[in-house]
Structures are given as structure tokens and as C-alpha cells.
């Protein structure tokens, strides 16, 4: 299949194994129209002054443009919740931001008021470089459930469409960028990795919540364990 600005290029995995001595071992691989980059929520309401800041929030998105020169399939996700979303803690009488409740039998971070659908914090950072980017995928707008990854909803019921269209595309790779690692980030990667892509998780690229704190060493230790690869932005480079 041919699309309109098909890119070829070069990323590599450096993998360093102390055995008695340094050993450095350089895994190369091509990178084609089989991959995919996928910006995860990379709204204002995650970045510094928003409603739910990530620390460095902003800085990746820098990152992210240059990375975009590599894809020629670049995909965004929109945090996109009505305004009375059950995730929100004013929504529960007596709960304070990140306490964790139980909603519907799942476990559930209770999280300050965000990117509430039309409002400027739900809308992309604006030196975000959009004319790269080939779709948006929005999510969480279910008042009853919250929806972390950029396939499917936490409960597991309804899908975004997001598998269809990579598979329609001839995607087998996505690389991930955006926010926030331990949450979005990391559960779209897992859904990723279930869907049957490689999955490779841009770590500059990426900024993370840490809420409960512990949280991004958990999720990135459990991402890899289930084959989830973890890269940095400059291993991505044009040949
Ligand atoms: C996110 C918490 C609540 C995210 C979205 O994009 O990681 N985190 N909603
Ligand atoms: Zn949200």
C-alpha cells in the first residue's frame, strides 16, 4: 500500500549489559510505512498552568515535532470529557484530587476537572505541529467511565476505532510520545502490545503524573515485562 509521503528511516535500541565488563550491544532496525507514531494527550490541561499539569508537561512537544519527520502515519488522542465526567472529584461528595475510589467495581483516581470538552485546556498545545498529524482519536466522554488508553475505554466496553484504522492503514509498529507516561501513555502502549503491535515508548518523549508516587517505575517495569520496548527521540534518525 502506498501512502502520499512514505518515509524510510533508521531508529535504533541501544541495549547496555554489565557482564563482568560493559558490553554494548546496538540493535538497528528500519523503520517504514509499518510505523506509526501515536501523540498521547498532548493537551493543555496536562502541561504546566493546566488543570491537571504534568511537570515538563510542555517541553516534549518540541520533541514530538521533530519526531513527526519520521512517520509518515501520525495519530493524536484528545482527553475529551463532558463537563459532569464521573473521573472529576468534585463530581463525589467529600473526595479530594488523587484519592482513589471505586466506581463501578473498578479502581479509580480521582482526578481535578479536565479537558472538559470545547474548552481551551481540552484543546492541543498550540506549538504542537498538527499538519503532521493524520487523525484524532477522542476519548473519556462516557460520564461513568474513564478511558486512559487510546483503544478502548478502563471497563473494556466500547473502542475508539483506533485498532481499525491502523490496521487499515498496514500499521504492525506504534511508537509512543505525550502524556502522561504512567497513565495514557502507558495503558494505550498495553493495549497496544494486546492488539499484537510492537510497541516502543519514546521516553524523552514522554512526561510523567507519578500519582501514587511509585507509579512510573510500576507501569514501565510491567510494560516491558509484557514485551513493551522502551527507545529515546534521538535513536529515530533520517537516512
Ligand atoms: C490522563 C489522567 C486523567 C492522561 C487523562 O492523559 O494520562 N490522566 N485523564
Ligand atoms: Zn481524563
Same mark, same amino acid.
Given at each position: 500500500?502506498?501512502?502520499?509521503?512514505?518515509?524510510?528511516?533508521?531508529?535504533?535500541?541501544?541495549?547496555?549489559?554489565?557482564?563482568?565488563?560493559?558490553?554494548?550491544?546496538?540493535?538497528?532496525?528500519?523503520?517504514?510505512?509499518?510505523?506509526? *507514531?501515536?501523540?498521547?494527550?498532548?493537551?493543555?490541561?496536562?502541561?504546566?498552568?493546566? +488543570?491537571?499539569?504534568?511537570?515538563?508537561?510542555?517541553?516534549?512537544?518540541?520533541?514530538?515535532?521533530?519526531?513527526?519527520?519520521?512517520?509518515?502515519?501520525?495519530?493524536?488522542?484528545?482527553?475529551?470529557?463532558? %463537563?459532569?465526567?464521573?473521573?472529576?472529584?468534585?463530581?463525589?461528595?467529600?473526595?479530594?484530587?488523587?484519592?482513589?475510589?471505586? *466506581?463501578?467495581?473498578?479502581?479509580?483516581?480521582?482526578?481535578?476537572?479536565?479537558?472538559?470538552?470545547?474548552?481551551?485546556?481540552?484543546?492541543?498545545?498550540?506549538?504542537?505541529?498538527?499538519?503532521?498529524?493524520?487523525?484524532?482519536?477522542?476519548?473519556?466522554?462516557?460520564?461513568?467511565?474513564?478511558?486512559?488508553?487510546?483503544?478502548?475505554?478502563?471497563? =473494556?466496553?466500547?473502542?475508539?476505532?483506533?485498532?481499525?484504522?491502523?490496521? +487499515?492503514?498496514?500499521?504492525?509498529?506504534?511508537? *509512543?510520545?505525550? *502524556?502522561?507516561?504512567?497513565?495514557?501513555?502507558?495503558?494505550?502502549?498495553?493495549?497496544?502490545?494486546?492488539?499484537?503491535?510492537?510497541?516502543?515508548?519514546?521516553?524523552? %518523549?514522554?512526561?510523567?503524573?507519578?500519582?501514587?508516587?511509585?507509579?512510573?517505575?510500576?507501569?514501565?517495569?510491567?510494560?516491558?515485562?509484557?514485551?513493551?520496548?522502551? +527507545? =529515546?527521540?534521538?535513536?529515530? %534518525?533520517?537516512?
Amino acid at each position: 500500500m502506498k501512502r502520499g509521503g512514505e518515509r524510510d528511516g533508521l531508529w535504533q535500541v541501544r541495549h547496555k549489559e554489565e557482564k563482568g565488563q560493559n558490553i554494548e550491544e546496538e540493535e538497528k532496525e528500519m523503520m517504514n510505512g509499518k510505523d506509526g *507514531l501515536l501523540v498521547i494527550d498532548m493537551q493543555n490541561d496536562f502541561c504546566p498552568g493546566g +488543570a491537571l499539569p504534568v511537570e515538563e508537561g510542555d517541553v516534549i512537544v518540541a520533541v514530538i515535532n521533530q519526531l513527526m519527520k519520521h512517520f509518515s502515519v501520525v495519530v493524536a488522542t484528545q482527553d475529551w470529557h463532558p %463537563a459532569n465526567h464521573k473521573s472529576f472529584a468534585p463530581m463525589h461528595q467529600g473526595k479530594e484530587p488523587y484519592d482513589v475510589i471505586e *466506581l463501578h467495581g473498578n479502581e479509580q483516581v480521582m482526578w481535578p476537572e479536565h479537558c472538559i470538552q470545547g474548552t481551551q485546556g481540552a484543546d492541543l498545545h498550540k506549538e504542537l505541529d498538527t499538519r503532521e498529524v493524520c487523525a484524532i482519536f477522542r476519548k473519556g466522554m462516557n460520564t461513568e467511565v474513564d478511558s486512559y488508553s487510546g483503544f478502548r475505554d478502563n471497563s =473494556k466496553e466500547s473502542i475508539t476505532g483506533l485498532d481499525g484504522y491502523l490496521k +487499515a492503514l498496514g500499521i504492525e509498529r506504534i511508537h *509512543l510520545a505525550g *502524556l502522561a507516561t504512567d497513565y495514557c501513555v502507558y495503558y494505550t502502549g498495553m493495549d497496544g502490545i494486546r492488539n499484537g503491535y510492537g510497541v516502543t515508548m519514546i521516553l524523552d %518523549a514522554t512526561r510523567g503524573i507519578d500519582v501514587p508516587p511509585g507509579s512510573m517505575q510500576g507501569k514501565l517495569s510491567e510494560f516491558q515485562s509484557k514485551g513493551g520496548k522502551i +527507545a =529515546k527521540s534521538s535513536d529515530y %534518525a533520517l537516512r
